[in-house]
């Protein structure tokens, strides 16, 4: 039976807990800590009406959090890698978003551990019934776990926040664990696992 265990935690406190290689794969998503105003990627998005909830995690992770997330996994799958002090990256993964205005982000960068050929994915960024202001589509996770995880991986999200990644590994069968620091988007993800997950069949075969 396939394992899914989340924590409403920080992230950094619970990785210094565990033992080294804990995890096969680990795929994050942190903040960028892009100002909003910036006119780097963000700064509309930051400034909807959507994310007028909780954002008091948006900040960009210490040096140590890169440093316990290579340790308690295996490889590393990391968007938004370009705006971290990271190691070179032979397989990038190229997430092109079919933006079709030019004035936003057409793609978006994810770093990996990977020794592998660069990657691209072309799905479109709009998301049904969106309620995150980073949340990603589920098939985005879908893809990176069907690209790069073998059978019996145990998959890791230290801030899984919409917990698309979540839904993706569950449907997929593989074992996970995440960790939510906001207590606000912990409690609406775990409404969407159920109504997506406990009531419906298997969507990625």
């Known amino acids: ?3 899914s265990e989340i924590y409403n935690t ?3 406190e619970f990785m210094r807990g565990l ?3 804990a995890f096969d794969i680990a795929i994050a998503d ?3 800590n892009l100002k909003k105003t910036s006119v780097r990627g963000s700064g509309k998005l930051k400034n909807r ?3 007028t909830s909780d954002m008091s995690w948006d900040f960009a992770p210490p040096n140590e959090f890169f440093e316990e997330l290579r340790r308690v996994s295996k490889h590393q799958i990391i968007w938004g890698g370009n705006y971290f002090d990271l190691p070179p990256c032979r397989c990038f993964v190229s997430w092109d978003k079919m933006q079709p205005w030019e ?3 057409q793609a978006e960068f994810a770093w990996t551990s990977f020794d592998k050929p660069a990657k691209v994915f072309r799905h479109t960024s709009r998301v049904k019934n969106k309620w995150h202001p980073t949340q990603k589509p589920v098939e985005l996770y879908a893809y990176l776990l069907k690209t790069f995880a073998k059978e019996g991986d145990r998959i ?3 801030m899984f926040g919409s917990g698309s990644s979540r839904i ?3 449907k997929m069968g593989f074992d996970y664990v995440g960790c939510e620091i906001s207590v606000e988007y912990f409690g609406k993800h775990e409404e969407w696992f159920s109504s997506e997950c406990l009531s419906q069949g298997e969507l990625f075969k």
Do not use: E, G
């Open 156 to 158: 890791f999200d230290p």
């Open 103 to 105: 004035n936003f982000s």
């Open 168 to 170: 993706a590994a569950y």
């Open 1 to 3: 039976m396939t394992k």
């Open 49 to 51: 009406v959507l994310n």
């Open 30 to 32: 942190p903040p960028y």
């Open 10 to 12: 920080d992230c950094l």
């Open 19 to 21: 033992p080294d290689n």
